[in-house]
């Protein structure tokens, strides 16, 4: 398959995220009102919607920004905090004439949540019936043959994006397809269809899609196919926050704290945290040959000059911590001497099944490690406990994170915050509350100094997840996951910030980054992922 041809696969597979991410907000819309209110009014302001429906106005503009972000809605800010103009535009306009297709496929939603148990339990319901209705609804849709790049493409893309997304997870997660993969074997679907009926009706989706091909009477995945088989971890983060978006009509019109239920032994009932790290786990890799640099210089610096070890805080399944002590070891001259100077592994994670998961990860590679209880939000306690159990000083590990700073739990800023300068185009909620930007930018000030005295001697390498302009997503679909990133995180009390933002917050904190250090991806205009090694300063 050439470059051309998979950069085509990658911006459908980009634009099933959004649509894993649009169907609930277009379909909770679409039932109250608010798609005809848009549709009829064409200008109007999140104030104009407040006084005609009750909504929870965070979420309400974290759901209007991602509209403009597919280019549907123009989008100016008023008043920070307060209000924001919107404007309908031609691809709005045809895109909102279709939710009542979005409504029909959000309906599925709770089936997909757990369509690991339909797929693999034969004493399972049987979704058949439903299954195939979404199929036929999708062969109507796509009937005029939408050409690429138009809004009906998009519309079907989406649509088809909720159906497969979680499918190719649970196919993913089970290794189902792993040994056609590897032996590029015939796929048996009829003694599987046989087994669980559900698993016909996929494979007719699949056949309909063109991943499947049919030669010499034998079934094949094809180049296609192959592609997004083998790209199921890309789907897993977004797919593991279906149960926030089947909550969607109630985090918009409703409860605003619905989502922070446990459930009645204890996990969180917002996100399929197991998955979650194990797509995470995913992602990590596409950015380790950056994070390697800045390793192996830390780690070849004189023996005595160099930290005691790498604290992880929010270590997921520990692929990260697993990874950097595999390079201090094989690549740098800390790892020639590890007799005389042993690398302290850290693991510190929020989620108990994150630490469990950690924990196995490094016994698995015989990596001696500590795992711990630790809240980002509260570096004091981490350092106190890590002193605790273990004796160790925080101040003399490299302290890492990935994807976690925009995950602290919110509280308001101490100090004030009305002559903040915040550029942000973000939209942020907590528990449905309009956090205004500029408040959400000292907010983060205030965190990134709780860090600073823990991190003075080594500094702090972070991996972390932006938001971008919605316009700029708008004008760059199937170039960038960002609609995905904005609504997962939005509508879960996460703050993803753009990258200039974060920096400037950072350093009026007194954390500089090293220039030579700062990666951007997938580039400088579309960076929705950065690395960054600050120092810190007085």
């Given at each position: 398959m050439d470059k051309e041809r998979k950069k085509q696969l990658r911006g459908i597979l980009f634009q099933h995220l959004d649509g894993i991410t649009l169907c609930s907000t277009i379909a909770t819309f679409f039932n109250k009102g608010i798609t005809e209110f848009?549709?009829?009014?064409?200008?109007?302001?999140?104030?104009?919607?407040?006084?005609?429906?009750?909504?929870?106005?965070?979420?309400?503009?974290?759901?209007?920004?991602?509209?403009?972000?597919?280019?549907?809605l123009k989008r100016e800010i008023i008043q920070d905090g307060e209000?924001?103009?919107?404007?309908?535009?031609?691809?709005?306009?045809?895109?909102?004439?279709?939710?009542?297709?979005?409504?029909?496929?959000?309906?599925?939603?709770?089936?997909?949540?757990?369509?690991?148990?339909?797929?693999?339990?034969?004493?399972?319901?049987?979704?058949?019936?439903?299954?195939?209705?979404?199929?036929?609804?999708?062969?109507?849709?796509?009937?005029?043959?939408?050409?690429?790049?138009?809004?009906?493409?998009d519309v079907s893309k989406h649509l088809e994006g909720l159906l497969v997304g979680p499918i190719l997870v649970a196919f993913g997660m089970s290794d189902f397809f792993l040994e056609s993969l590897e032996n590029k074997s015939e796929i048996n679907l009829e003694s599987m269809g046989d087994k669980?009926?559900?698993?016909?009706?996929?494979?007719?989706?699949?056949?309909?899609?063109?991943?499947?091909?049919?030669?010499?009477?034998?079934?094949?995945?094809?180049?296609?196919?192959?592609?997004?088989?083998?790209?199921?971890?890309?789907?897993?983060?977004?797919?593991?926050?279906?149960?926030?978006?089947?909550?969607?009509?109630?985090?918009?019109?409703?409860?605003?704290?619905?989502?922070?239920?446990?459930?009645?032994?204890?996990?969180?009932?917002?996100?399929?945290?197991?998955?979650?790290?194990?797509?995470?786990?995913?992602?990590?890799?596409?950015?380790?040959?950056?994070?390697?640099?800045?390793?192996t210089h830390i780690f070849n610096k004189p023996l005595d000059e160099q930290p005691i070890g790498i604290a992880d805080m929010g270590?997921?399944?520990?692929?990260?911590?697993?990874?950097?002590?595999?390079?201090?070891?094989?690549k740098t001259e800390r790892g020639k001497h590890l007799q005389l100077y042993p690398l302290k592994i850290i693991g510190a994670d929020f989620n108990k099944a994150a630490r469990l998961a950690s924990t196995i990860t490094l016994q698995e590679a015989k990596i001696e490690h500590s795992i711990l209880h630790g809240d980002i939000s509260n570096p004091a306690d981490y350092a106190e406990n890590l002193k605790q159990e273990y004796g160790l000083d925080l101040q003399k590990m490299l302290n890492v994170r990935s994807f976690l700073d925009h995950n602290r739990i919110y509280s308001p800023p101490?100090?004030?915050?009305?002559?903040?300068?915040?550029?942000?185009?973000?939209?942020?909620?907590?528990?449905?509350?309009?956090?205004?930007?500029?408040?959400l930018k000292q907010n983060l000030i205030e965190h990134f100094s709780s860090w600073h005295d823990y991190v003075s001697k080594y500094g702090l390498l972070i991996l972390e997840l932006h938001t971008i302009a919605p316009e700029v997503t708008a004008h760059n679909l199937g170039s960038t996951v960002a609609t995905a990133y904005d609504g997962t995180h939005g509508f879960s009390d996460q703050y993803i910030i753009e990258v200039d933002t974060m920096l400037d917050a950072a350093e009026k904190a007194g954390l500089i980054p090293e220039p030579k250090y700062q990666a951007l991806f997938p580039s400088e205009e579309l960076a929705t992922i950065s690395i960054n090694l600050f120092k810190a300063v007085n």
């Open positions: 848009i549709l009829e009014n064409k200008t109007f302001s999140i104030q104009d919607i407040l006084s005609k429906y009750e909504c929870n106005a965070g979420y309400l503009n974290v759901a209007l920004r991602l509209l403009a972000s597919q280019g549907w209000d924001v103009e919107f404007q309908l535009t031609d691809k709005g306009n045809i895109g909102l004439s279709h939710a009542p297709y979005y409504d029909t496929f959000n309906k599925f939603i709770p089936f997909l949540i757990n369509i690991d148990k339909y797929l693999f339990d034969p004493n399972a319901k049987d979704i058949q019936d439903e299954f195939q209705n979404l199929q036929i609804c999708l062969d109507t849709l796509n009937s005029n043959v939408p050409a690429p790049g138009s809004t009906e493409w669980l009926p559900i698993m016909s009706s996929i494979f007719s989706l699949f056949i309909y899609l063109k991943w499947i091909v049919i030669k010499n009477n034998k079934n094949y995945f094809s180049e296609e196919g192959l592609f997004f088989i083998k790209r199921s971890t890309a789907y897993g983060v977004t797919v593991s926050y279906l149960p926030t978006f089947n909550q969607m009509p109630e985090l918009l019109f409703g409860n605003p704290n619905v989502l922070w239920k446990r459930s009645p032994n204890g996990l969180e009932t917002h996100v399929n945290r197991h998955m979650n790290v194990w797509g995470s786990g995913g992602a990590h890799s596409l950015y380790f040959r950056k994070i390697d640099e800045i390793i270590c997921g399944d520990g692929t990260l911590l697993k990874h950097l002590y595999e390079v201090v070891k094989n101490k100090k004030p915050f009305h002559d903040t300068v915040c550029n942000s185009t973000g939209a942020f909620a907590f528990r449905g509350r309009w956090i205004p930007n500029k408040e």
